[in-house]
């Protein structure tokens, strides 16, 4: 049986996350909500934004080469301030990664509708070969579907998100969590980046027992073949190590304690 979730509400600011693990990255005015309706709504921040707390070299060199390549494409014009140049270039960089953004958006939407049983190809023909690419890794590996986006929240230790994906895997005992992501590489050999080993280690402290953890990586590009990696419990355990530290980083800098807020409520 596949249990439905709530649908994720796409803002373009931090995720937030109600303690009984409803989503609300929006306020009913339709702007995103902010760390002062937090406050005051007693939010838990998502993982994904603990986690931002923590440096990302591979993300920053690949911003950093974007940039480059936006002014060699693009040069400076004759009269053209500094400022207004450096903007525009910004302008551009920002809209690539709008589309790379989007890009898995998409593919992440296809897998969720495919999961649920309810994929029309006819909504985004154009992801239909990367979504092709994620059935037949699914129909080696899944045995049921338990949970597709559902919402997790750690009361404990004051922090949300949604999980991709819950279900029996063929080859591994008990449940396991299964997250996406979509990524540029070349040859056959993605990089299974520590980021999603630290993501994985703080949704599985929601769920007793701790489950195994999975990532799949999705070649941007090409269609290529799902690559997949299962986290080892020293590799999860030392992922949930760095996601404390980041979460205590997190709270000190927001000047912000999610569960001793709700300890405080009038």
Known sequence: MIIPESKKITSSGQHWYTLTGEACHVQPNGKS?????????????????VLGMIEKPHLTKWKCDQMVKQCIDNPHG???????????????????????LDFGNRVHKAIEDFNLGKYDESKDPEIWPWLETYIR???????????AEK??????????????????????????????????YTGKKPDFRDSY?????????????????????????????????????????????????????????????????????D
Not at 78 to 100: P, T
């Open 197 to 265: 080993c630290h993501q994985l280690a703080a949704y599985r402290k929601t769920m007793r027992p701790n489950p195994q953890c999975i990532s799949l990586v999705i070649n941007r590009s090409t269609p290529l073949p799902i690559a997949e990696k299962i986290w080892s419990p020293k590799e999860l355990q030392r992922g949930w190590r760095l996601f404390q530290a980041a979460n205590a980083l997190w709270q000190e800098e927001k000047k912000y304690e999610p569960t001793r807020e709700s300890d405080n409520r």
């Open 78 to 100: 004759a009269g053209e301030s500094v400022k207004d140049y450096i903007n525009r270039i910004h302008g551009y960089a920002k809209i690539d990664q709008h589309k790379i």
């Open 137 to 147: 890794w699914a129909q080696n590996r899944v045995i049921r579907v338990t949970a």
């Open 33 to 49: 909500t902010t760390l002062r309706e937090a406050r005051k709504q007693h939010l838990v921040p998502s993982v994904s934004g």
């Open 151 to 184: 919402t997790v929240v750690s009361k404990r230790w004051g922090f949300g998100g949604t999980i991709d994906l819950i279900a029996e895997v063929r080859g591994v005992r008990g449940l396991t969590l299964i997250d996406y992501k979509t990524q540029e």
